[in-house]
């Protein structure tokens, strides 16, 4: 929300209820205000067009306007019925700020400016399991945020795939929601430059949660790529909120579930399967000498890590257990499915988690993560995020109003708000991907001690 959006809300809700009914209006200065608030809705409406979040406060002056232009005639009854009018005017206008119209994310915090690059392609090997047509190929759609070159200028890149043209519902949230998400600024640069020289960057390959798009882990893979990273942002199509395929079509989830299956540990199965084939899809494009565009050659294919969040996790897990190309993995909070528990890794792992008290973690989650890192042969961490709730690794929090965001921390747990976890998970992360290939397990602690709240350690036969 920007300074005028903060300016004429508050300015609104100020102006409809300053004034106690019975109370002498001072005429000159409160025509002022209306004056400077209703060229500010025009001024709105000319430089960002008009939000359907600001409906009540257009309504809320247009209520002020009369009440002025009635004075105090009409009586006592007809005075508390427009002051009861403007109470529910700002009680809508409060309520139909949950969802910002155009939301902020935190900037990223690392040395490199962010470049980034969407690449949609086929696999011409495997058939897309979501659909019943027998021509049907699986997509791969993979988002490449890199460091850029100093000083780069472009185009700032889309938030989220779709945008004009989304289905009336994105993930349950009203297409009416997002109609502004064109502006948020994701901090990157469409395809800039590659810094010069001969420096090969680590790839860390990014899987988000079930049914989540990459666009929802934004703030944490901008604030890699700044610190060195190129980060693969995949999304899973037909399983994702919204993707968007190599021939333009948008692809919305299709779930498929069995009257025997009460748990859906088949299905989840199943999909882990698919998750972990379109991750291993994308090394073997790594593979190629043209496989990401202006990036090829300039990636450190000996320093691959495997990161996910919830259901990435565990596909992040599996892919490292069954790809010798992974050199490091990364579960954040995410539950284990299909024998991964009973893996014995090799290659160090990272357990980040959110706050077992907020989170209400299943038996499954805690059982299969104790039981994965008690039999880990690399050396292991396991760090809790105090406050943070499963959410809290995302940007979903970011996109709603702080007043919704704090009500919804009250019942869900979070408290330590999205931007503060992103920077601890994120900070975590890169040390642990730096010390993955350098050998020096004391940045990851040196890491955790510049947060607070956060409980854990190493662990693995390297580990205590």
């Known amino acids: 929300m920007g300074w005028l959006d903060s300016v004429l809300l508050g300015g609104a809700v100020l102006f409809a209820l300053a004034a106690a009914p019975g109370r002498a209006a001072r005429p000159a200065p409160a025509l002022a205000m209306l004056g400077v608030l209703a060229a500010g809705c025009v001024l709105q409406v000319l430089v960002e067009g008009w939000y359907w979040q600001f409906l009540p406060a257009y309504a809320l002056i247009l209520l002020a306007a009369v009440r002025m232009a009635r004075g105090s005639t009409g009586g006592r009854r007809r005075e508390w019925a427009l002051r009861a009018t403007q109470l529910a ?18 900037a990223p915090r690392g040395p490199y400016a962010v470049g980034t690059q969407v690449f949609r392609w086929v696999d011409p090997t495997r058939p897309e399991p979501a659909t019943d047509a027998p021509g049907d190929r699986r997509n791969l759609v993979v988002q490449a945020w890199y460091p850029a070159a100093h000083g780069a200028v472009g185009a700032r890149a889309a938030y989220i795939d779709g945008l004009g043209h989304l289905p009336d519902f994105v993930a349950a949230v009203p297409r009416l929601f997002l109609a502004h998400y064109d502006r948020i600024d994701t901090h990157a640069i469409v395809r800039a430059p590659v810094p010069g020289g001969r420096h090969k960057w680590p790839v860390v390959l990014f899987s988000p949660g079930y049914g989540a798009s990459r666009a929802f882990y934004t703030t944490l893979v901008a604030d890699l790529a700044s610190h060195g990273f190129v980060v693969l942002a995949v999304d899973h199509p037909y399983e994702a909120a919204l ?6 079509r948008l692809a919305t989830p299709v ?7 009460p748990e859906r540990l088949a299905y989840m199965g199943e999909h882990l399967r698919t998750r972990s084939a379109d991750l291993r899809a994308v090394l073997d494009r790594l593979d190629r000498p043209d496989g990401l565009g202006n990036l090829s050659g300039r990636l450190d294919l000996a320093r691959i890590a495997a990161v996910g969040h919830s259901f990435g996790g565990a596909a992040s897990v599996a892919v490292m257990a069954t790809d010798a190309r992974v050199a490091a993995a990364a579960n954040i909070d995410g539950t284990l ?24 973690h299943s038996a499954r989650y805690l059982q299969g993560n104790r039981r994965l890192l008690a039999n880990l042969r690399a050396a292991g961490f396991r760090y809790q995020i105090g406050h943070a709730n499963h959410y809290s690794f995302t940007d979903v929090p970011l996109l709603l109003s702080p007043p919704a965001r704090w009500l919804l921390a009250r019942f869900m747990g979070g408290s330590r708000g999205p931007a503060e976890s992103v920077q601890a998970t994120g900070d975590i992360l890169v040390a642990f991907l730096r010390q993955a290939g350098q050998g020096q397990p004391a940045l990851v602690q040196a890491a955790v001690r510049r947060h607070r709240d956060i ?8 580990g205590g």
Do not use: C, K, M
């Open 89 to 106: 005017g700002a009680g809508t206008l409060a309520a139909s700020w949950v969802f910002l119209p155009v939301p902020e994310l935190p």
């Open 243 to 248: 993707t968007q395929l190599a021939d333009g």
């Open 255 to 261: 779930e498929r579930f069995v009257a025997n299956d």
């Open 337 to 360: 499915y299909g024998g991964l528990a009973e893996r014995r890794l090799d290659r160090p792992f990272l357990l980040i988690e959110s706050d077992h008290g907020e989170t209400g």
């Open 455 to 462: 409980e854990g350690g190493r662990t693995g036969p390297a």
